[in-house]
C-alpha cells in the first residue's frame, strides 16, 4: 500500500476509534511502520477524530521529522515497541476507558492483566502486560516496554490506557478493541466468578489457531489461575 492510502487509513480507523468514544479529545496515537524503516505517525494534540492526511507526521528510521506536524510526545513508547517486536508494522495507543480503568485494580497480575475470557481475546490481544505509571511522554516508559523482551503485542500503561502493536493496522486497532472490550466484560463480571475459559479450552485455540500463550503456573490455586500464566519464553 502507498503512502497516500496508508495516510488515509490512519485517519480512517483514527475516526471510527473516536465516534464510537474509544479515546477522548485529542488522547491517542497512531503510527505506521514504512518499508525504509520510517514511520507514519499522528501529530501531538490532534484528535483521531479529525486528523487531515497530510499533515500527519512523517519520520525517518531514527525519529526525525521529515514532513508534516509536529509527532505525538509518545514517539518513545512507539519506538521501544517497534525494537522488540519486530514484526509489529502498526501501533495504537488509546485512553480506553475500561483498559484504563482495569490498570487501577489492586489484584491485576502485571504478567497477565486478563484472564482467558474469551476466544477472540486471547486470537487477537494474546496476553497483556501491565506497567507501572510513568508521565505521557516520559523516556523510561520506553526502557520498561524494553523490559517486556518482546513478548507482549498489547500493554497497558497503569492509569492511561493499552498501547498494541499489530502486523498491520487494522490487526493493531482490532486487538485494541478486543482488550477494551475484554475489560469491560471483566470490569461487569468482577466479584461475581465467572466462568473462563478452561485450559483445555485455551489450549484447543493454542493448537487450532498457532496461538503462542503463557502456561499456567502449577503452584498457584484455582481462584487465582487466571492470574497464574507465564509466557514459554520466561521458562
Known amino acids: 500500500m502507498d503512502e497516500t492510502r ?19 479529545g485529542s488522547s491517542g496515537n497512531i503510527s505506521l511502520r514504512l518499508d525504509d524503516g520510517g514511520w507514519l505517525v499522528t501529530p501531538t494534540n490532534a484528535s483521531l477524530g479529525f486528523l487531515d492526511p497530510a499533515r500527519i507526521s512523517r519520520l525517518d528510521a531514527e525519529g526525525r521529522l521529515l514532513t508534516g506536524d509536529k509527532p505525538t510526545k509518545e514517539i518513545p513508547l512507539h ?38 475470557m474469551t476466544p477472540y481475546y486471547l486470537m487477537r490481544a494474546g496476553q497483556t502486560a501491565l506497567l507501572p505509571y510513568y508521565r505521557p511522554g516520559d523516556p523510561a516508559v520506553a526502557d520498561a516496554i524494553r523490559g517486556l523482551a518482546g513478548r507482549y503485542s ?23 478493541e478486543e482488550l477494551e472490550e475484554t475489560a469491560k466484560l471483566y470490569l461487569l463480571l468482577r466479584g461475581l466468578n465467572p466462568r473462563y ?9 493454542v493448537k487450532t489457531f498457532g496461538l503462542t500463550l503463557p502456561a499456567p503456573d502449577a503452584h498457584h490455586d484455582h481462584d487465582h489461575a487466571h492470574h497464574g500464566h507465564r509466557h514459554p519464553a520466561e521458562d
Not at 159 to 169: E, M, R, S
Open 6 to 24: 496508508l495516510r488515509e487509513e490512519i485517519c480512517r480507523f483514527g475516526r471510527s476509534l473516536f465516534e464510537r468514544g474509544l479515546t477522548p
Open 197 to 205: 475459559l478452561s485450559p483445555a479450552q485455551v489450549d484447543d485455540l
Open 154 to 176: 498489547s500493554v497497558l500503561l497503569a492509569n492511561h490506557g493499552p498501547v498494541v502493536a499489530g502486523d498491520t493496522l487494522e490487526a493493531a486497532v482490532f486487538a485494541t
Open 79 to 116: 519506538s521501544a515497541l517497534y525494537e522488540t517486536r519486530g514484526t509489529a508494522r502498526a501501533i495504537v495507543h488509546l485512553h480506553s476507558t475500561h483498559s484504563v480503568a482495569l490498570t487501577m485494580l489492586p489484584e491485576i497480575d502485571p504478567r497477565a492483566a486478563l484472564p482467558p
